[in-house]
């Protein structure tokens, strides 16, 4: 049995690890950024200083083989009232941690309850506020406003960060020495992966592990972060902070549908521009080129606060297991 273990948060996890549950033989672990600090996360964090529970309850949905409705409630989203932009699972996640005391026992609870196949671990313990320092000066604190306001590209990244030392939890340590492959992403570069690569002692532990890397490459590029990135700007990047090189980069070689693109810039208002597709421009023996891209139409969630910027360009769940399980089978 190959140990898979995934590297990311929110929407990018829940993709990958919804199509890896169903492949046989194989161990799952997730490890999810705790930087989260927007919507109903961010509401919780400020009010009961409780961990991110965000994206561990997308992790734990996409692993769950519990029915559709407990699903569905945990990904229940209140629309009125007090708890109105609130979603449950992430109130219950918050509830646990106060229960037990400890947000990983919580997490452990809410694995037996929705019946997961797999672990979901979060990446470190610590209280974790992502700073990002820009070449002419000026600090932005916090996630949310990283990923709503940091004109990365205008003014130059001199460094990203946390404000306090996050360390790496012994969980994911563990997870991560023993693991057979490794997936980094999909996800929001700078907001979803990047924060798990700089937990003090993840770079080191990467460095010992022998698993095998993979990289699916973003299908789209974020206005102010990553704009007219090509697939060699995402690889050359992720292996300065990984340390090492990757050992498969995963492409997409399908264009999304132009009622797509003219549906997401117009209803969504994701007015990215011209560079907002990933270009191909890498030639390298480790580059697997298939079909990944999903041609669903993703509903915004009534009450989302953020719902203006969330990806609705996405992968296929389906196809880029099926790509990955070609890989675990060599």
Same mark, same amino acid.
């Given at each position: 049995?190959k140990?898979i273990?995934?590297v990311?948060?929110?929407?990018?996890?829940?993709?990958?690890l919804?199509?890896?549950?169903?492949?046989?033989?194989?161990?799952?672990?997730?490890?999810?950024?705790?930087?989260?600090?927007?919507g109903?996360?961010?509401?919780?964090?400020?009010?009961?200083g409780?961990?991110?529970?965000?994206?561990v309850?997308?992790c734990?949905?996409?692993?769950?083989?519990?029915?559709?409705i407990?699903?569905?409630?945990?990904?229940?989203?209140?629309?009125n009232?007090g708890?109105?932009g609130?979603?449950?699972?992430n109130?219950?996640?918050?509830?646990?941690?106060?229960?037990t005391?400890?947000?990983?026992?919580?997490?452990e609870?809410?694995?037996e309850?929705?019946k997961?196949?797999?672990?979901v671990?979060?990446?470190?313990?610590?209280s974790a506020?992502?700073?990002?320092?820009?070449?002419?000066?000026?600090l932005?604190e916090?996630?949310?406003?990283?990923q709503?306001?940091?004109?990365?590209?205008?003014?130059?990244?001199?460094?990203?960060?946390?404000?306090?030392?996050?360390?790496l939890?012994?969980?994911?340590?563990?997870?991560?020495?023993?693991?057979?492959?490794?997936?980094?992403?999909?996800?929001?570069?700078y907001?979803?992966?990047?924060p798990?690569?700089?937990?003090k002692?993840?770079?080191?532990?990467?460095?010992?592990?022998?698993?095998k890397? @993979?990289?699916p490459?973003?299908?789209?590029? $974020? /206005?102010?972060?990553t704009?007219?990135?090509? &697939?060699? !700007?995402?690889?050359? =990047?992720?292996?300065k902070?990984?340390?090492?090189?990757?050992d498969?980069?995963?492409?997409?070689?399908?264009?999304?549908?132009?009622?797509? @693109?003219?549906?997401?810039?117009d209803?969504? $208002? /994701?007015?990215?521009?011209?560079?907002?597709l &990933?270009? !191909?421009?890498?030639? =390298?023996?480790?580059?697997?080129?298939e079909s990944?891209?999903?041609?669903?139409?993703?509903?915004?969630?009534?009450?989302?606060?953020?719902?203006?910027?969330?990806?609705f360009?996405?992968?296929?769940?389906?196809?880029?297991?099926?790509?990955i399980?070609?890989?675990?089978?060599?």
């Amino acid at each position: 049995m190959k140990n898979i273990i995934t590297v990311g948060g929110g929407t990018g996890s829940y993709t990958v690890l919804s199509g890896l549950k169903n492949i046989p033989d194989i161990s799952i672990s997730a490890l999810v950024s705790m930087a989260d600090d927007g919507g109903s996360t961010g509401v919780l964090r400020d009010e009961l200083g409780v961990l991110p529970p965000g994206d561990v309850r997308q992790c734990l949905v996409a692993l769950s083989d519990h029915s559709n409705i407990v699903r569905e409630l945990m990904n229940y989203r209140f629309t009125n009232g007090g708890l109105k932009g609130h979603n449950f699972g992430n109130i219950f996640l918050s509830a646990l941690e106060k229960v037990t005391g400890n947000f990983a026992e919580g997490v452990e609870i809410a694995s037996e309850i929705l019946k997961i196949r797999g672990k979901v671990i979060p990446i470190t313990h610590d209280s974790a506020k992502l700073s990002v320092l820009l070449s002419n000066g000026k600090l932005i604190e916090g996630e949310d406003k990283i990923q709503s306001d940091a004109a990365i590209q205008t003014y130059g990244l001199k460094k990203i960060f946390y404000k306090k030392d996050v360390f790496l939890n012994k969980y994911a340590q563990n997870a991560l020495l023993h693991a057979d492959i490794i997936i980094l992403g999909p996800g929001n570069y700078y907001c979803s992966l990047l924060p798990n690569l700089i937990v003090k002692g993840f770079k080191e532990i990467i460095k010992k592990s022998r698993a095998k890397i @993979i990289f699916p490459v973003s299908l789209t590029n $974020k /206005l102010e972060h990553t704009t007219n990135w090509k &697939v060699s !700007d995402y690889v050359k =990047d992720i292996e300065k902070y990984l340390g090492k090189p990757v050992d498969f980069i995963l492409v997409n070689t399908e264009m999304p549908s132009r009622s797509q @693109i003219e549906y997401y810039r117009d209803h969504y $208002k /994701l007015k990215e521009g011209d560079g907002m597709l &990933v270009k !191909d421009d890498l030639e =390298d023996k480790r580059v697997i080129r298939e079909s990944l891209l999903s041609h669903a139409f993703f509903a915004q969630v009534k009450g989302d606060k953020l719902k203006d910027t969330r990806s609705f360009i996405r992968h296929d769940s389906e196809k880029l297991a099926n790509c990955i399980k070609k890989i675990i089978e060599k």
